[in-house]
């Protein structure tokens, strides 16, 4: 870790998650109008879920990409050029009509998004102690809840009084806010390209452990995936319950993430291991199992605050787990390689789901990818624990630092 003053620096770390909860939100405002626009011109099907897949496959498929240039240019540098040119697509996204345009722009928009994510992540380590991550990585969580709970109901309001144009230019805005944080952070990284940094390239599969970390959540999240589509059919067939009774059932995890980045960011960093974090996984995947159970909408109320105070925590853990794990120098490609996997499994299950609706009865389908969930993590504990007690391939690379600054 390259953190070098000895006292953390709160005031970046409120200024970061300040910015990721406005992005957050702006993000999913435009996704959420950009939907309910295809949805009521008669474009059908085919078009949301080709939304959906543009907001997504970006992510999975440039990880790489993002990562080598998160760690390779200055953060300031990405954010301001970034948040500029996404503004500038969601100005343009505001104009046009055609699904086609309209699913391109989203694509491109995320495309940004795989950059500026490993960035942002790589610099909330460089701005606190190492024993203040936990708390840090948890403020930063829940305000991207935050921003993740207002945007749904803020674009159905601004939709139905005044259109979508004006929501998609609040998101344009939105994305200024990385420019302000850009310019504002005082810690950046500046990543030195030396002949070292060259010789020691990173690779996932070179940490065993880190490797069996990623791979386990990619596994785990595909299920998820093809859970959330599955709750639809099983809250509003199944168990009979309204729009607004599924509105509210499913707020209850936001909920607990709020709850559980609290508590999860006050845990000590020493009890942060990889065989805790599949005991964590675990525990997003139990309130599904058990609530294939219930026999009304309102007894999955505490099992999914439950599951979002376990989500909240796995968010925790795996910063902390990363940044213990990785020389600070390729930080951005360890994030985007997790976040690269874990979206592409997640894209794999909801494909998946959607025939699978057709044909099976959702409680059953729910306890049975609940159930995959949890025989994964439990499998993965014990092999996890082997792994730890050997030498990873990586431990013998040379550590390189990352040049860190608190100038303006």
């Known amino acids: 870790m390259s953190f070098t003053s000895d006292e953390s620096r709160w005031a970046d770390v409120y200024l970061v998650s300040g910015t990721r909860a406005v992005s957050v939100c702006g993000d999913f405002l435009a996704a959420t109008t950009l939907a309910l626009v295809l949805q009521q011109r008669g474009h059908g099907g085919l078009a949301v879920s080709g939304l959906l897949v543009a907001a997504s496959l970006p992510l999975a498929l440039l990880a790489p990409i993002g990562g080598r240039i998160a760690d390779r240019f200055d953060s300031r540098t990405i954010l301001v050029a970034a948040g500029l040119i996404q503004s500038l697509i969601c100005v343009a996204l505001a104009f046009v009509h055609q699904p086609v345009a309209i699913i391109g722009l989203v694509a491109l928009l995320a495309a940004g998004l795989a950059v500026t994510q490993p960035t942002l992540a790589a610099l909330i380590p460089q701005m606190v102690r190492p024993e ?137 960093r020493a009890w942060i291991t990889v065989p805790v974090l599949f005991l964590i996984v675990a525990g997003t995947c139990l309130p599904a199992a058990v609530g294939a159970l219930a026999t009304s909408a309102l007894m999955l109320v505490p099992l999914l605050l439950v599951g979002g105070i376990f989500n909240a925590g796995v968010n925790v853990f795996v910063m902390v787990i990363i940044v213990g794990r990785v020389r600070a120098a390729a930080h951005g490609r360890a994030f985007a390689a997790l976040n690269g996997a874990v979206q592409l499994a997640g894209l794999i299950g909801l494909v998946a789901a959607g025939p699978l609706v057709e044909r099976f009865d959702p409680r059953w389908l729910l306890a049975s990818a609940a159930g995959i969930g949890l025989v994964v993590c439990l499998a993965a504990i014990p092999v996890a624990r082997r792994t730890a007690d050997k030498p990873s391939l990586a431990s013998p690379q040379p550590r390189i630092v990352t040049p860190v600054t608190a100038q303006g």
């Open 132 to 268: 203040d991550l936990p708390k840090a990585s948890g403020f930063n969580q829940t305000a991207g809840v935050i921003g993740t709970l207002i945007a749904p109901p803020l674009a159905g309001v601004l939709l139905g009084q005044f259109g979508a144009r004006p929501p998609l230019l609040i998101d344009a805005v939105s994305y200024l806010a990385l420019v302000v944080a850009g310019l504002a952070v005082k810690t950046r990284r500046r990543p030195a390209l030396t002949v070292q940094t060259e010789a020691a390239p990173f690779r996932v599969r070179d940490d065993r452990l880190l490797a069996i970390m990623i791979g386990t959540m990619a596994v785990v999240m595909a299920g998820v995936s093809a859970i959330n589509v599955v709750e639809i059919f099983f809250i509003r067939d199944t168990l009979h319950a309204s729009t607004t009774t599924y509105g509210l059932v499913s707020a209850c995890w936001a909920a607990g993430m709020l709850i559980g980045s609290v508590l999860f960011g006050r845990v000590p």
